[in-house]
């Protein structure tokens, strides 16, 4: 069974409970934490306001990351849910209007959502260039205008950015660039190297000489990255193969051991209606999906593969039941990092 069936077959089992959740949180205005920086007295904009296409899911980014979780779905699964009641979702948020209003509001916050936020944007927007489909052509004309504003906000920040951010949050700087390279490939591949080079020009400057990273600090209480792999997950992306694994052999010394035993031991999660807490779950599926995704980086007879499938599963087993039917806190961003490990990224 080739790779590409493999996805496809584990989407299906979980599409139409996903999109049904998925639908749910996109069009759900309240509760809400917007990340708005006033200007004045009357500069009070509801959501939905300022957010005509990403209103839901109680913050920008969770709402951006979950329209590509259902691309994806319509890509991978189009006949395990209801396409047609997603659909129908999708073109009353993707209209150019809206898609231009959320253009325009980037444009006059230029930091909004930086990094993160501005990553899953162009996994949202580069997910439809990959998508032979009516619909997806039409929504990539109405959201690529937002996808140039990005590019151009990256152009101008990576140079200025002389430090990296490592967290286990949404500012962690790796985890937004990553993101960002999909993208920034494809508009290689039409001409435009500008904004890969500026990628791999940072993730080299900042992580490059990064040596037996100190991963056994991990986690912290709030996190749902793991600032150790969001650097690996970046440099597999930008670092020729060879190069990558001579790195990899730097960073973390002792994969071959299993150690540091912190990246191989799933996080507990106390209290899932927790929205700091509720993170959690989201770490130990961002380590399933690196850890995966690493374990077939290597060579087939590589003697840390064993410790990284490993370390996978048992990440996958402590949270993927908790991405529908647990908390509002968690459903409204985990089917993401739930998509992530099931489909590759």
């Given at each position: 069974m080739t790779n590409s069936q493999t996805t496809k077959d584990a989407l299906a089992q979980v599409a139409s409970t996903y999109a049904e959740s998925i639908l749910h949180s996109i069009q759900q205005e309240y509760p809400n934490q917007m990340q708005h920086m006033t200007t004045g007295p009357d500069d009070r904009p509801t959501p939905r306001e300022a957010h005509p296409a990403f209103y839901g899911c109680f913050d920008w980014h969770s709402s951006v990351e979950m329209h590509w979780v259902l691309i994806r779905l319509m890509r991978f699964a189009p006949e395990a849910f209801d396409i047609n009641k997603t659909m129908a979702a999708l073109d009353a948020h993707l209209t150019p209007e809206a898609l231009a209003q959320e253009t325009a509001y980037l444009r006059s916050h230029p930091r909004f959502e930086r990094p993160y936020g501005w990553g899953w944007a162009l996994t949202f927007v580069h997910e439809l260039t990959v998508?032979?489909?009516?619909?997806?052509?039409?929504?990539?004309?109405?959201s690529r205008p937002l996808a140039d504003v990005i590019t151009e906000g990256f152009l101008s920040w990576l140079p200025k950015a002389t430090y990296p951010i490592r967290i286990g949050m949404h500012s962690n700087s790796a985890f937004g660039l990553a993101r960002a390279v999909p993208w920034a490939r494809h508009l290689a591949s039409h001409?435009?190297?500008?904004?890969?080079?500026?990628?791999?020009?940072?993730?080299?400057?900042?992580?490059?000489?990064?040596?037996?990273?100190?991963?056994?600090?991990?986690p912290s209480g709030t996190d749902f990255l793991s600032p150790a792999l969001t650097e690996v997950d970046l440099m597999s992306l930008v670092l020729?193969?060879?190069?990558?694994?001579?790195?990899?052999?730097?960073?973390?010394?002792?994969?071959?051991?299993?150690?540091?035993?912190?990246?191989?031991?799933?996080?507990?999660?106390?209290?899932?209606?927790?929205?700091?807490?509720?993170?959690?779950?989201?770490?130990?599926?961002?380590?399933?999906?690196?850890?995966?995704?690493?374990?077939?980086?290597?060579?087939?007879?590589?003697?840390?593969?064993?410790?990284?499938e490993a370390g996978s599963d048992v990440h996958t087993k402590a949270s993927m039941g908790a991405v529908t039917g647990s908390d509002y806190m968690v459903e409204h961003w985990l089917a993401a990092y739930a998509m992530l490990y099931l489909s590759g990224g």
């Open positions: 998508w032979d489909d009516d619909h997806a052509s039409r929504w990539l004309e109405a001409g435009d190297s500008r904004l890969l080079n500026a990628i791999t020009k940072a993730a080299i400057q900042w992580y490059g000489a990064d040596r037996d990273y100190p991963a056994h600090y991990e020729e193969r060879e190069e990558f694994f001579t790195w990899l052999d730097a960073f973390l010394p002792k994969l071959a051991s299993g150690d540091p035993k912190s990246l191989f031991e799933p996080a507990f999660v106390s209290d899932a209606s927790d929205g700091q807490l509720a993170h959690l779950h989201g770490l130990n599926l961002y380590r399933a999906f690196v850890w995966k995704h690493l374990s077939e980086t290597l060579p087939a007879d590589d003697i840390r593969r064993p410790h990284l």
